[in-house]
């Protein structure tokens, strides 16, 4: 399982246990727990949501980015991936593993890791 857990958002699978990041806690922390639990359609209808009123938050991109690739749509998670790459700032998020402290990670990298993630299990 190819995952990233951000602090209140998935991003894309790169570890076997899942990684998660946060910009809103409240928000993300609703959807963050659904990712957790495996909850991807609640997961992904509050990333959604959040989006809605912020399309351009990393964080919320990057976990539905994550979402997107656990559900098999690849295609969707990737063009996700590219948004992030190619927004105007890269914001630093929290990127949260259940066995080590809270990582500050680039938006962007975490994305370029997503996209990766994507090409390796094509092969």
């Known amino acids: 399982m190819k995952q990233i857990l951000m602090t209140c958002v998935m991003a894309a699978g790169l570890m076997s246990v899942p990684a998660l990041a946060s910009s809103s806690p409240e928000a993300s922390g609703v959807a963050s727990k659904a990712i957790l639990k495996g909850n991807w359609k609640e997961a992904e209808a509050l990333l959604r949501q959040a989006l809605a009123q912020n399309p351009n938050d990393a964080t919320?991109?990057?976990?539905?980015?994550f979402v997107l690739q656990n559900t098999g749509r690849q295609t969707e998670a990737a063009s996700v991936y590219q948004h992030v790459l190619q927004m105007d700032h890269n914001p630093v998020v929290a990127v949260?593993?259940?066995y080590r402290l809270p990582q500050p990670a680039r938006a962007k990298h975490l994305a370029k890791k997503g996209m990766a993630s994507l090409e390796s299990a094509k092969q």
């Open 60 to 65: 919320q991109l990057l976990n539905l980015a």
């Open 96 to 98: 949260n593993d259940p």
